[in-house]
């Protein structure tokens, strides 16, 4: 556990009225389906830290867009502070890493999966256009 909150990023690739989603194979969160993305490695910018975990998780090399969504969850035994960006993908995506499966899924179909509360949350906010933050707390 660390003393600090820890910052991690995620890439929300869509196509058409599809996103593209991976199941995550290691805790926290192990099983459930997912934005992907991970932590921003010290030196390392928020866009060059997308374009590292979803290659990683997907295989896809993705062009990064704008900020979509800043999500904090506290839990015991973790703190993140988390920004989810839009990115661009062309192909297939393969898992790899921390994915145990990546495929992309209908928006409908998205939020019924077994999913992370946050994934959740925010693929139900997608349309909204304010800026989405989600606090999560359980102690």
Request: hydrophobic residues 35%; charged residues 30%; negative net charge.
């Amino acid at each position: 556990m660390s003393s600090r909150p820890l910052v991690a990023v995620g890439g929300l690739v869509k196509r058409g009225n599809k996103v593209l989603l991976v199941r995550r194979g290691h805790p926290p969160n192990a099983g459930l389906w997912a934005i992907p993305g991970g932590k921003v490695e010290y030196g390392e910018t928020l866009e060059e830290a997308v374009i590292r975990e979803l290659k990683e998780e997907t295989g896809l090399e993705v062009k990064v867009g704008e900020l979509l969504c800043v999500v904090e969850t506290l839990r015991e035994g973790y703190h993140y502070v988390i920004l989810d960006f839009y990115a661009e993908a062309d192909g297939d995506p393969t898992p790899s890493s921390d994915a145990m499966e990546a495929k992309f899924f209908g928006l409908e179909e998205a939020v019924k999966l077994d999913s992370t509360d946050t994934t959740r949350e925010l693929l139900q906010r997608l349309g909204e256009r304010k800026p989405i933050f989600i606090t999560r707390i359980s102690k």
